[in-house]
T-cell receptor
Framework: DVKVTQSSRYLVKRTGEKVFLECVQDMDHENMFWYRQDPGLGLRLIYFSYDVKMKEKGDIPEGYSVSREKKERFSLILESASTNQTSMYLC???????????????FGEGSRLTVL | DQQVKQNSPSLSVQEGRISILNCDYTNSMFDYFLWYKKYPAEGPTFLISISSIKDKNEDGRFTVFLNKSAKHLSLHIVPSQPGDSAVYFCAASYGAGGTSYGKLTFGQGTILTVHP
């Protein structure tokens, strides 16, 4: 079974703290993604990576950075957490076209972050 | 600018009846559309997809219809079951090849409740 694992299901942090959200996939996928989900806004893309050490900004990258040192692991970093970053964070992975024909993303279970 | 819109935040249906979830998009470059289902405290899971070269795709109880001229797609669930109660997200992408594969733009989601 395919699996995307997010290290923390629930986190509570204080404003200004540095936050690391870790994601590991066991499907040897090349592309990995970080989304956040907010009520009324759906899922919005923060960053994605199509190869080790490669990254591209999504639609809402401000206040976030990412790291992809190994193919299976993609980390989201909040350098200085703020209350408006309270959200559900979802990691996903997939392979480029031709290898996974359905175009689907495989998602982790999500990390619920609360910033006080 | 919301490029993918689900204008109905919620939908309530009786068990056994048809559920119709709607989605509109504005970007004519989108060439691949997907529906995801999300239960509380879980990540979204892929449900069904359709390419822009088709106008219908069916998988068991789930059918997706695409009207390119209207930039509209819909998901039909027949018959609806209580286990279908979840949040449904519409998503779209373009440029299926290469590094952008899997970069999806999501709608806001529709909460479907199926009553026994």
């Amino acid at each position: 079974d395919v699996k995307v694992t997010q290290s923390s299901r629930y986190l509570v942090k204080r404003t200004g703290e540095k936050v690391f959200l870790e994601c590991v996939q066991d499907m040897d996928h090349e592309n990995m993604f970080w989304y956040r989900q907010d009520p009324g806004l759906g899922l919005r893309l923060i960053y994605f990576s199509y190869d080790v050490k490669m990254k591209e900004k999504g639609d809402i990258p401000e206040g976030y950075s990412v790291s992809r040192e190994k193919k299976e692991r993609f980390s989201l970093i909040l350098e200085s957490a703020s209350t408006n970053q309270t959200s559900m964070y979802l990691c996903a992975s997939t392979n480029p076209a031709g290898r996974s024909n359905t175009g689907e993303l495989f998602f982790g279970e999500g990390s619920r972050l609360t910033v006080l | 600018d919301q490029q993918v819109k689900q204008n109905s935040p919620s939908l309530s249906v009786q068990e056994g009846r048809i559920s119709i979830l709607n989605c509109d998009y504005t970007n004519s470059m989108f060439d691949y559309f997907l529906w995801y289902k999300k239960y509380p405290a879980e990540g979204p899971t892929f449900l069904i997809s359709i390419s822009s070269i088709k106008d219908k795709n069916e998988d068991g109880r789930f059918t997706v219809f695409l009207n390119k001229s209207a930039k509209h797609l819909s998901l039909h669930i027949v018959p609806s079951q209580p286990g279908d109660s979840a949040v449904y997200f519409c998503a779209a992408s373009y440029g299926a090849g290469g590094t952008s594969y899997g970069k999806l733009t999501f709608g806001q989601g529709t909460i479907l409740t199926v009553h026994p």
